[in-house]
């Protein structure tokens, strides 16, 4: 009987899932941030860090 070309173990397969997801969660974390730092803004709010809500936003190409 031929073996198939690819082989990976059950714990390959768990690993890769897990960094997978990990990566999915930092991502969907970091697009959460921007979302309410946005949502701030556009409120008027500032959170301390980025100067006053009034300084015109500077954007670098």
Do not use: N
């Not at 173990?9 to 690993?15: P, S």
């Not at 890769?16 to 556009?42: C, D, F, H, N, P």
């Not at 409120?43 to 954007?59: F, N, V, W, Y």
């Amino acid at each position: 009987m031929k073996r198939p070309r690819f082989q990976f173990r059950l714990r390959t397969l768990l690993i890769g899932t897990a960094i997978i997801a990990v990566w999915l969660g930092w991502w969907s974390y970091k697009a959460r941030q921007q979302r309410e730092a946005v949502a701030a803004l556009r409120k008027g709010q500032s959170d301390g860090r980025s100067g006053t809500c009034h300084e015109p936003l500077m954007i670098h190409y």
